[in-house]
């Protein structure tokens, strides 16, 4: 049974980083389609960024390209969403989600992940 499991939320100031984790059970990072996304109050879930299993091809939403990036460590079998220049608009519930059919394209927010982690809350204040 697969299960993943996001940490590393928390609070920072503008101008910042933070750096989330994803681990998992019953799954090999390198081998399913991983992906970040994130939720604000009232606003629906979107996604960040997606790393494709197999040779790690990445896309990302461009209002984050540049600042947040996704990579993952085969060897801890860990998913990582580095995040710099976090700005107030960065706050959100982030979530970490995986699948292991297709591949991760451009259009990944549009794609139903089959698992999903907690989320957790990054609060970024001025």
């Known amino acids: 049974q697969v299960h993943v499991v996001g940490s590393g939320g928390g609070s920072g100031q503008a101008g910042g980083a933070r750096r989330r984790s994803c681990t998992g059970s019953g799954l090999t990072v390198a081998d399913y389609n991983r992906a970040w996304f994130r939720q604000t109050p009232g606003k629906e879930r979107e996604g960040v960024s997606c790393?494709?299993?197999?040779?790690?091809?990445?896309h990302s939403v461009d209002s984050m390209e540049g600042r947040f990036t996704i990579s993952r460590d085969n060897a801890k079998n860990t998913l990582y969403l580095q995040m710099n220049s976090l700005k107030p608009e960065d706050t959100a519930v982030y979530y970490c989600?995986?699948?292991?059919?297709?591949?991760?394209?451009?259009?990944?927010?549009?794609?139903?992940?089959?698992?999903w982690g907690q989320g957790t809350q990054v609060t970024v204040s001025l």
């Open positions: 790393i494709g299993w197999g040779d790690g091809r990445t």
């Open positions: 989600a995986a699948d292991n059919w297709g591949y991760c394209e451009a259009d990944f927010q549009r794609r139903p992940f089959d698992y």
